[in-house]
């Protein structure tokens, strides 16, 4: 095995209320990455899309991920890693997530599956690092495991692989870049106890109803309370989406992982474009530039193609 082509999928963190505990993967927008063993021991990272990122291992985020791999590997190795990227940087789609563990889950396919889906999420994080500044697993991980994750620990890791119905994925991308670092720095440090009780139970109403197939309890349960009031007024339209959004038949939703994108989900595909139309004719009226796209949960993760 010399050489692997896989796809890794974009997706949602935080699941509104499960802020660095939750995560979704869905089908559609992913990455194309291909990996290649070579005889010069490094890491040679080359990208054939259009966002000028950095190629240098060390300030890569795919570059770092395998990085860790090869430091856990211990024996001399190198790659050539193409990466052609459909997920744009910056989006809240879990762009740096998908660079980082297409890497190692293609390096591990290549090496002979030596190495679990949790290690591969660890390897994974230093990318995440390197993109926001703290090691977070709730792109990582459900882009690994496919479908819905919960983190309930970093150190030391502990991922639970959730069920999830098939629920479509509606999202709209406002063309503005918000930064992960930034959209962080934002946030208030302390939490009020009458918000953490709230957003307690609607966490453990979203998990139960992804267990459960409950549609209903998984609507109303994607409220946050901490997160979301402070970083919505950085997506313009927020509001306004949600609730046309909700209207037109939608289960609910919130800001995919640290914005600028809106995700909201639904249980009829028919709804899930009647959703599509609301979040199109919002952003034609307030004049700003967007992409949509219309989903579904992706229980597979990376795959592997050829
Ligand atoms: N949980 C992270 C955040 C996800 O919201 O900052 C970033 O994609």
Known sequence: MKEVKVLAPATIANLVCGFDILGMAIKSP???????????????????DEYQLPEAAEKNVAGVS???????????????LTIHKNIKPGSGLGSSAASAAGAVVAANHILGNIFSKEDLVRFAMNGEKLAGGVKHADNVSPCIYGG?????????????????PDLFVTIVHPQIEVRTSDSRQILR???????????????????????????????????????EPVRSILIPGFDEVKLKCKNA???????????PSIFMLSKEEETAYKVEETMKEIYEKIGVDYKTYVTQINQDGVKIVE
Request: charged share 20%; proline share 3%; net charge negative.
């Open 66 to 80: 395998l990085q860790a791999l090869m430091d856990d590997y211990k024996k001399p190795v190198g790659f050539n």
């Open 189 to 227: 440090k302390e939490v009020q106890l009458k918000d953490a009780i709230k957003q307690w139970g609607n966490i453990g109403g979203l998990i139960t109803g992804f267990m459960k197939n409950d549609c209903e309890l998984i609507g109303r349960s994607l409220e946050d309370v901490i997160v």
């Open 148 to 164: 819905v994750t919960l983190i309930r620990s970093i150190f030391p890791l502990d991922i639970i692989a959730l069920n999830s």
């Open 30 to 48: 992913y990455d194309e990455m291909t990996l290649s063993l070579c005889d010069e021991p490094g890491i040679f990272i080359k990208h054939t």
């Open 249 to 259: 038949g939608s289960l609910g939703g919130g800001i995919s992982g640290s914005g």
